[in-house]
Structure formats: structure tokens, C-alpha cells
């Protein structure tokens, strides 16, 4: 179904193949023809890219359904977008889009029920909607408005103030902030903020398109109405160059919390300053460096998230001793004296927890992918009341420890949006519902969702979401689009998709998410088991998940597409290398691609803590095992298998400063080679191509037009391959 065999093969470019390149691994010997491709400056490697996107347009352009699904994916799109409320000072602040605009917009109005006005529009900063609102925080007073902008996508962050009243711009401006919250003092002087040392290039570079390794974070303090060559450097660490920073202040503004994270680990060092104590306040630090942080914790041990704190007593999350996380509680002035508030769960995650209402608790459990939500007494843990929610993601809480009222956005797979308001100065706390999002032409009762649990490999039971239109017969007949992640603790849980909805209904696909070993689902257990040199385990559980949806009668090979982004884009690369015979399509977002040399590149170095490093010996050789550049085969060349690659899109873009593009560029040329050229009449009709797009990064702050239209040609690409048709 995915060949092209029936029509003209795609004439891949001719590409440079660099023999010489060879790197010695603790005595093994690997060869790296494509390195040329790491230089995103050269003629050579902009030649390549300029071919390959022509070589992608040539044949999206024959792909019938694009037109349709574009047209019916922007119809979906074009609805009211808003996110929760949330209080500063005596106003309230929220964002908004009315459907199709490129970027939301920040509304302020007195109260709930008031006329609300605009107060920033990031869609004024660019014609074409690629300058985002990356960050942003409100001053305790609501006098001030400071914005993290990021342009095409990039990482990088240049942050300016606003003036509330009269939506003025000051004069302020901070360069070279990546990886940074801006955290306000409450006296609204100004804030605490990360950067990195500006790159040698200086100015003149194109943000974002460099592949320079970051090191040397660093903690400024900025007073507003100066220039940034005045912030006080409150933190840094020449010793641990990777490190990285990031501050937060205590609700009473007595505290300054410094978290210290060597990698993406879930653990951190924790500091303290009581800028009370501080003689003459932080003006007292100008022109010296290093505030005089107290070290609460100092190891890599275990994580700590603030949850609330009364003077020197303080409540922590953390997974110290509990993988599934729990509460605990300390005093200051005796660090040594540590006791549990809420005790680890035997079976749920605590994900989140935050104090409101004065003295209760906000907890939010993942139970089986499903969130449960409880209030609780902040002094004594006990459980004052269980909130009921839907299956589904808590996108958003907003709410404070002042706060006597909380809202909560929730979407699920059916569910586009709702934000629920709930009063929590009542006997029995309840949801009401304050906003909901409806989808023009989406209806959810053409659909169900249901979860069901697979068994990978080893046996460990795996859980996973699969959405189709309601009673549709298990033949086998269906396409399906399994998506993954699997990695650095991070959880999938249901959300709204316009695109998955659109190839459900118009191309009859059977949409599913695995929640594979990697990620946070179980807990750091879960995490650490699909992670180092347990990383196959990710792998065996997604193969499982493509096969359980076969044996069932969803789906069969040649229709079954499989999609992932970041560390997802490595875990398809790697699947079809290992199981070309289960997949007839695959699309590779802004993956994780040369695991040799990751570390090498922009932030790679953090993400040691999921994959090791080659570096070390022993790692080298899990890495290489898997690493998607390095382990494709021609696998027509096993005896007795007549088989080839699925049609694979890789997809990345020219501003992706998080997983670089040379990882997708190697990869590209060097399935193109092995597979398609280096032999006449390869066997291998299925394409390998790559979308690779401009002004655009690892995803965050993408305008609404471009995701319709990415959305629109991977899902064109995939309907061909998979051979569906359009059902009006």
C-alpha cells in the first residue's frame, strides 16, 4: 500500500558521502560519512535541505487527500481557545484565542464577570505569527508584566517588561535567556531570571539555528529600569558548567528558592536566602556577585517541589525514599528533623501538589493514567474531600494558597476543553463548569475511548488508550495511527487532538497512545525502566502495543502508521529498525537520532541522565545497540524475508535548538543511501523523506497555521501510504 510502485519511484538527490570520518568507541570503529550535515551554516548542507524539501513536495502534492484534510483540519481548528483565569494584585488575567489566530492573546479585567481588555498581543510582533509568548509572570501587584519572546520557535528567550496601566513597553530588554522562570521579589522591584553567557557570534547569529553546546547557566537578579549589564549574578557554578538553575519565591516573598539540576532527572539540590534577612536587600548586591544561599539540600538524591511554607516551616513533594512521591515537611532551623505530611501511595503517582484556601492541600493523583484529585488539611494531611474528574488531562490549576476559589482546565479525547471553578469555602467543595470549548462539526458521540492493558515483552502490563469511531467491526480493515513517548518521566495522558479527530472520522483511523515504560506513569520505577540500559524495554513495549492492535483485528501491518516527537521520534526511528515487517508508515518528529553524539549539541548533554553517554564505555555499547543512525539494515538481506522499510517522514525544523536537525539530516541521508541507492532496483519502493520546515522549532510557540498545515501533510502522507480514503 505505501510503495510507489504503481507510479514513478521519487528520484532521491545525490549526496556526499564523507568515507574518511571515522571515530574510535573504546576500540570500536564507527564511521560517520554524513558529519558535514552537523554545520546548519554551510552551502552544502542548505543544497541538501533546499533538495529535500522539493524531493517531499514533489510527492505531497500527490497525495489526494491533502486538500480535503487541510480544509476540514482548519474548520476544526477555528474555535475559541481559553485557558484558566488566574489572580495578580486586584485584577485577573487570562489567555484567549478566538480560533485561527497565530498566537493567544492576554486579557486583563477587573472581575470574573467584567469586560475584559487586551493587554498583550504577541500576534503584533510578526507578520506571520512566529514571535510567541514563550513566558510570562504578572508582578505581586499586577503593575508590571514581564514576557519571555521567543522567534521561529527557538529556545532562546529575549524578555521585556510591560507597564499594566497604560500597556506601555519600558526600555528594559534580556538577551540570551534559554531554560528560565521569571520569578517576581514582592516587593516588585524585579525579578530573578537564568541565561547563558552570550554566544561567541555575538548578535549577529540567527538564534536558534546554532548547534553550540550550552554550558555555564547562571542566576541574575534584574532591578526594572536598568540595563541587564547591571543584574546582580546571584547564582553560577564554573565548577559544574552543565548544571542549571532556576529560582522560585516563597508565597509570604520571604524566600528565594534556588533548585540546582545536573540533567532531566528528577532531582535537584536545594538552596534557600531569606532576603529578609538581607541588610540592605538585594540593592546591597549590586556590583557584587553570589547571593548567600543556604544549602537545604546538597546531593543528587531525590527531587523537592515547594508546596507551601508558614516562616522556616516548609512542605515539599518529593520521591525521597518514594518513587510514587509523597509530603514531607521540615523546619529550617532544625534541617535535620524531616517528617511525611501525606505517605507515598501504594499504587497512584502524586504528580501535583499545592496549598490553598489558606490551610488545605490540592493533590492530584495518576491512577492507571487517570487523574484523581483530593483536598486535604495542609497541617495534619488528612483527607477533607475527593474532587471527581473525568478520564482525561488537567492541563492547567490555577489557584493560590489565598485563593478560596480554584479553577482547573480539563480535556480528554472527546472533550476539547472545559475550565471548572470550584468554591473551596464550602461544606462540600464541587465543580462548576466556567468555560467550555466546543468544536464546530466535532461530534463526540460518533466516537469511543476506551483503555485496555497489553503485555510487553517481559510480561510487564502496559496501558493503552485507543479512540475510534463507535462500532466499528474488528477485521482488520482499519488504518491506525499508534503514538508513543516513553521517556525522561514524562506522561501521556488524554487530550484533544483536531488532527487525530479529522483522520478518524473523514479516514476512518483507530487512533491509540501507549503509555510505555520511560515515562511517569507508575512512578520513578516506571521511569527508570525504560531508561540507561533498560532503554529496549521502551521499544519491546511499543512493538507489543503495534501487535496487540493487529491480533485484535484494528488494524494490520501495511495500515498501521506509528507517530512520535523528541525522544518519541527515536523510539519510532528505532521500532522500524527493528520491526520494518510491523508498520507500513512512520512519522518521526524532532527525534533523537545519533545516539554517539547527542551530548555534542545545544542542551544534549542534559538528557546523559535518560540515555548515558558514549563517552563511557559500557554506555557506548547500550547506545549504539539502538541508536537509529547506526542500526539500519537492508532487511531483504535476512534470509527468507521479502520485507522493506515502511514510508517514513522524518520531521524536523530549521529553528529546533533542543534536538538539532542534523540529527533528522543524518538519518534522512543515510536511509536514503543504505535503502534506496546504493543498489538498482532496491526492493525498497516505500519513500523516506523529510519534512523539514523554516522559522519554526521543537514545537512550542508553533503558530495555529503552521501546525494545521504540518498536521495537514503528515496525515496526507500517512493516508496514502496506508492506503485510506476519504469518507465525507
Not at 387 to 416: Q, V
Not at 507 to 526: D, K, M, T
Request: aromatic share 10%.
Amino acid at each position: 500500500m505505501g510503495s510507489l510502485q504503481g507510479e514513478e519511484r521519487l528520484a532521491y538527490p545525490e549526496v556526499r558521502r564523507d568515507e574518511s570520518v571515522v571515530d574510535n568507541y573504546h576500540g570500536v570503529l564507527v564511521h560517520d560519512p554524513y558529519r558535514w550535515l552537523e554545520d546548519p551554516d554551510s552551502k552544502e548542507v542548505k543544497d541538501f535541505v533546499e533538495k529535500q524539501v522539493a524531493l517531499t513536495e514533489s510527492l505531497l502534492k500527490t497525495c489526494e487527500t491533502r486538500e480535503k484534510l487541510s480544509e476540514r483540519i482548519t474548520a476544526l481548528y477555528d474555535h475559541p481557545r481559553y485557558d484558566c483565569p488566574f489572580e495578580r494584585g486586584d485584577k485577573y488575567f487570562y489567555f484567549f484565542n478566538t480560533g485561527l489566530q497565530a498566537q493567544s492573546v492576554l486579557y486583563i479585567q477587573d472581575k470574573l464577570e467584567a469586560e475584559a481588555q487586551v493587554l498583550f498581543d504577541p500576534n503584533k510582533l510578526s507578520e506571520d505569527g512566529t514571535v510567541a509568548l514563550s513566558i510570562s509572570e504578572v508582578s505581586e501587584n499586577a503593575e508590571f508584566l514581564a514576557v519571555g519572546l521567543s522567534t521561529s520557535g527557538s529556545d532562546w528567550v529575549n524578555i521585556k517588561v510591560i507597564r499594566v496601566a497604560d500597556k506601555s513597553t519600558e526600555p528594559d530588554t534580556l538577551s540570551w535567556v534559554k531554560f528560565s522562570s521569571i520569578t517576581w521579589t514582592h516587593d516588585n522591584k524585579g525579578f530573578f531570571y537564568s541565561r547563558f553567557p552570550a554566544p561567541k557570534e555575538g548578535d549577529g547569529i540567527d538564534a536558534g539555528t546554532e548547534t553550540n553546546i550550552n554550558l555555564d547557566h547562571q542566576l541574575f537578579y534584574h532591578f526594572l529600569g536598568t540595563s541587564q549589564s547591571e543584574d546582580i549574578l546571584c547564582w553560577k557554578d564554573s565548577e559544574h558548567p552543565k548544571w542549571e538553575f532556576d529560582s522560585e519565591i516563597t508565597e509570604d516573598g520571604k524566600y528565594v528558592l534556588l533548585s540546582i539540576a545536573e540533567g532531566c532527572d528528577p532531582v535537584n539540590r536545594l538552596f534557600y536566602c531569606d532576603l529578609t534577612a538581607l541588610p540592605r536587600g538585594l540593592e546591597g548586591f549590586k556590583g557584587k556577585e553570589m547571593l548567600p544561599f543556604q544549602k537545604l539540600i546538597d546531593n543528587f538524591e531525590a527531587q523537592y517541589d515547594l508546596v507551601a511554607n508558614d516562616g522556616s516551616v516548609f512542605t515539599f513533594r518529593t520521591n525521597k525514599n518514594a518513587p510514587k512521591y509523597k509530603l514531607v515537611r521540615i523546619d529550617l532551623t532544625q534541617p535535620e528533623a524531616w517528617s511525611d505530611v501525606v505517605q507515598e501511595s501504594e499504587k497512584d503517582v502524586l504528580e501535583l501538589a499545592c496549598c490553598v484556601n489558606g490551610n488545605q492541600l490540592l493533590l492530584s493523583y495518576l491512577s492507571d493514567v487517570k487523574y484523581v484529585l483530593q483536598i486535604r488539611d495542609l497541617q495534619s494531611g488528612h483527607l477533607l474531600h475527593n474532587l471527581p474528574i473525568d478520564i482525561g488531562s488537567l492541563d492547567e490549576i490555577s489557584g493560590r494558597r489565598k485563593d478560596k476559589e480554584i479553577f482547573i482546565n480539563f480535556t480528554s479525547f472527546l472533550t476539547p476543553g472545559i475550565i471548572y471553578q470550584c468554591n473551596l469555602d464550602v461544606e462540600k467543595p464541587e465543580f462548576v463548569v466556567f468555560r467550555e470549548t466546543f468544536v464546530p462539526g466535532f461530534d463526540r458521540t460518533e466516537f469511543e475511548a476506551k483503555q485496555v492493558f497489553i503485555t510487553s515483552k517481559d510480561g510487564t502490563r502496559i496501558p493503552m488508550y485507543i479512540v475510534s469511531k463507535k462500532g466499528i467491526v474488528l477485521d482488520g480493515s482499519h488504518p491506525a495511527l499508534l503514538y508513543g513517548y516513553g521517556g525522561f518521566n514524562i506522561n501521556i495522558t488524554p487530550y484533544f487532538s483536531v488532527g487525530r479527530i479529522v483522520i478518524s472520522r473523514h479516514l476512518g483511523a483507530v487512533f491509540a497512545i501507549a503509555n510505555i515504560r520511560g515515562g511517569g506513569e507508575y512512578g520513578e520505577e516506571w521511569h527508570k525502566a525504560g531508561s540507561l540500559a533498560r532503554k529496549q524495554n521502551c521499544f519491546d513495549d511499543f512493538i507489543s502495543a503495534a501487535e496487540f492492535l493487529v491480533s485484535e483485528g484494528y488494524t494490520q501491518p501495511k495500515k498501521l502508521c506509528i507517530e512520535g516527537g523528541s525522544n518519541g521520534g527515536l523510539l519510532v526511528a528505532a521500532c522500524i529498525n527493528q520491526r520494518p515487517d510491523l508498520f507500513g508508515c512512520a512519522l518521526a518528529h524532532v527525534g533523537v537520532m545519533d545516539m554517539l553524539r547527542f551530548h555534542k549539541f545545544t542542551i544534549g548533554h542534559a538528557w546523559t541522565s535518560d540515555y548515558g553517554c558514549s563517552d563511557k564505555e559500557e554506555e557506548f555499547h547500550w547506545l549504539i545497540k539502538y541508536s537509529p543512525l547506526h542500526n539500519v539494515k537492508r532487511p531483504w538481506e535476512t534470509p527468507g524475508q521479502n520485507l522493506q522499510y515502511p514510508a517514513t517522514m522524518l520531521l524536523t525544523a530549521d529553528h529546533d535548538d533542543r534536538v538539532v536537525p542534523l540529527h533528522s539530516l543524518k538519518l534522512l541521508a543515510t536511509m536514503q543511501y543504505v535503502l534506496c541507492k546504493c543498489m538498482e532496483n532496491s526492493p525498497q519502493s516505500n519513500p523516506i523523506i523529510a519534512r523539514i520546515d523554516t522559522k519554526s522549532g521543537h514545537g512550542a510557540g508553533r503558530p495555529t497555521l503552521k501546525l494545521i498545515e504540518e498536521a495537514t501533510d503528515r496525515y496526507a502522507f500517512m493516508a496514502k501510504m496506508v492506503g485510506a480514503s476519504w469518507i465525507d
